[in-house]
């Protein structure tokens, strides 16, 4: 039976979501769209106020069309006391890194000190909180039953992966299976493997998951790295990797480094939780390593052809750590736009939705209203995050615009050949001097 064939009364919950952000507007979104009564709290009255308005807050495809059909069934506030009759309670505040590398539960706790612990009602965790968490909640509030259910959507995607998801983890101890059941209910008609386990693996599952991840993209970029050393093309080799059943295509993309609010904090949040528990996880360490570096290439790769940086145009195509959403959070387009001004060069970029994040982070680079002002009479382009339209530009009359055409992608996204066609000299990464064209 498909999700869309099941009796919606036999899953109807009164659902309390608690952080309205990506994941949480996300899950709020979704649930109320499979016919459940969704109150979703915020503490940003404004975010509350605009949502309330029908007006999204974040950039992520197919949601605002999803709020709009199901908005009779989503209610959105700042109190809390408004979700005391939710029996399932999804966490979904922000968990950020401290200064050590730890996350930062103090969102979490902040939702734990307003609950009073009601029997009846359980602590869904969404949030992503390091191995422990769970425990330390129940502990201090023993009567509220506690899940922990850590979420995997993506960003640019996220609508598809929560009502299509790969696998619902559902982790809960001893007493609170009333609370996994009624969680396994309402994830049930979405299909995906049910993964049913103790509290800690499944926080553990949510860590290892993203640090997996993430060591399979610092290892392409390494790959890519060795590549550019022996005049192979990485996107030959990933090619021929990934159809090993054992290994996969995904996350074999090379490029300029991984960013946004998750793969950075996550991986970070798992070497402090191991390093606290008296293990070193040294592998992390290079992962982390790996990618600071892989950022910091592009500038070499630009003074290989332009010599200094100081007083050069350098346009940058793309903003947000990936395409389709305006997530600015660790994006690699944050460290380059630095280094290229530590290096005297001006930056001017274009992103179709991520400008008015980036306003107010990258306050000294030259925010062009299109590509094409961006790349203006500048002395190179970096492509830095694969948005679709880039692939369609006039490439031909860019080049004639720019001062000098050249261009790094740093996606490996666009075609090597058509570049060079168009009159660029074309550099991606670990595609040596003769990039083939892609599939
Ligand atoms: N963004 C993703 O792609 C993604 C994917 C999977 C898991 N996660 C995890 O989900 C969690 C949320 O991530 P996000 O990207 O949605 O964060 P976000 O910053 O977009 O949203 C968090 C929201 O929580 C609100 N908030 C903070 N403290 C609150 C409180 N005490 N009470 C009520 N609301 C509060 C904030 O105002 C904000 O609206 C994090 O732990 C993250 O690691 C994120």
């Known amino acids: 039976m498909s999700a ?45 106020e ?50 050590s590398g730890d996350a930062d539960l103090s969102r979490v706790r902040s939702v734990v000190d307003q609950l009073s612990g009601d029997s009846e009602q359980a602590l869904v965790m969404k949030s992503t909180v390091p ?40 982790g809960a101890d001893t007493g609170d299976e009333w609370a996994a059941d009624a969680v396994a209910a309402i994830y049930e008609p ?5 993964v049913r386990t103790d509290v800690a693996s499944a926080e553990m599952i949510k860590l290892a998951s993203n640090a997996f991840l993430a060591t399979k993209i610092s290892f392409i970029n390494e790959i890519a790295n060795v590549c550019e050393e022996v005049g192979a093309d990485v996107t030959e080799v990933a090619r021929g990797m990934g ?26 949040a798992l070497k402090q939780l191991a390093g606290n528990s008296g293990y070193h996880f040294q592998l992390l360490n290079s992962v982390i390593e790996v990618n600071e570096l892989q950022k910091r290439r592009v500038i070499g790769k630009l003074t290989k052809h332009l010599g200094s940086l100081v007083g050069k145009r350098i346009a940058l195509l793309g903003l947000a750590f990936k395409p389709n959403t305006d997530d600015m959070r660790e994006a690699s387009s944050l460290v380059l736009s630095a280094r290229l001004q530590g290096e005297g060069a001006s930056v001017a970029a274009y992103d179709p939705v991520a400008h008015e994040g980036a306003a107010g982070l990258l306050p000294s680079i030259e925010l062009a209203s299109s590509a094409e002002a961006a790349l203006q009479g500048a002395d190179a382009a970096i492509l830095v995050t694969e948005w679709p339209e880039f692939a369609d530009l006039d490439w031909a009359s860019l080049a004639g615009a720019m001062s000098r055409p050249l261009i790094l992608d740093g996606r490996n996204f666009l075609d090597p050949e058509a570049l060079r066609a168009a009159g660029f000299s074309y550099e991606g990464i670990g595609r040596g001097s003769t990039g083939r064209a892609r599939d």
């Open 4 to 48: 869309a064939e099941v009796p919606l009364e036999a899953q109807r919950e009164v659902i309390g979501v608690v952080g309205v952000g990506w994941v949480g507007l996300v899950t709020a979104a979704c649930f109320a769209s499979r016919g459940h009564d969704v109150w979703a709290m915020d503490v940003d009255a404004t975010k509350v």
């Open 50 to 99: 605009s949502l309330s308005r029908g007006r999204l807050t974040i950039h992520e495809p197919g949601l605002p069309e999803l709020v709009a059909e199901h908005a009779e069934r989503l209610h959105f506030t700042t109190s809390m006391e408004v979700l005391a009759n939710a029996r399932l309670l999804f966490c979904c505040v922000d968990t950020p890194p401290t200064y």
């Open 131 to 170: 191995s422990g968490t769970g425990q330390s909640i129940r502990r201090d509030l023993p009567s509220l039953a506690y899940v922990s259910c850590p979420e995997f959507l993506k960003e640019g995607s996220a609508v598809d992966d929560f009502l299509n998801p790969d696998r619902v983890v559902i």
């Open 190 to 194: 979405l299909g995906g493997e049910l």
């Open 243 to 268: 159809l090993d059943q054992r290994i996969g295509r995904s996350f074999l993309n090379a490029g300029i480094g991984y960013g946004g609010s998750c793969f950075p904090k996550d991986v970070s």
